[in-house]
């Protein structure tokens, strides 16, 4: 009997810190089952501390994820779909990553860019959770995915 690999997912971010580790952490536990799921960054930073906060207060589990470089991904696995998260890894992803079979621009504010006290930047990661999972969930409901 022989296995069928599931698609793999990569979602691209500048940073690897928010937008595409919550995303990663969302479709993981919405899809994981359908899907093989990863993010990277273009030029990753250590995942902020507000991201690991507000998807914990949801309920999702960054266990295992950590930031990473997308050339972590050069040539080491099919990528079915790229997904960036970001207007820098939009314009970057066809150049990085020619063998991705679908290519999917998501642009999000970067809520580590939100000024103010911790409450104005906290309520700009949840904002930005919220905005992911709208979105995952709206892909998910595609014919096709």
Known sequence: MTSERKPTVLFLCTGNSARSQMAEAILRRRAGDRFEVHSAGLAPVPIHPLTVRVLEEAGYDLGG?????????????????AIS?????AEECPRLLPG???????????????????????????AARAAIEERIDAWLREDGV
Do not use: N
């Not at 930031?67 to 696995?77: L, N, P």
């Not at 679908?102 to 949840?126: I, S």
């Open 65 to 81: 994820q950590r930031s990473k470089s997308v050339r972590e991904y050069f040539g080491s696995m099919l990528i079915t779909h």
């Open 85 to 89: 998260v970001c207007e820098a890894a």
């Open 100 to 126: 991705a079979l679908r290519l999917h621009a998501w642009p999000f504010p970067d809520p580590a860019a939100a000024e103010g006290d911790e409450a104005a930047r906290l309520e700009a990661f949840r």
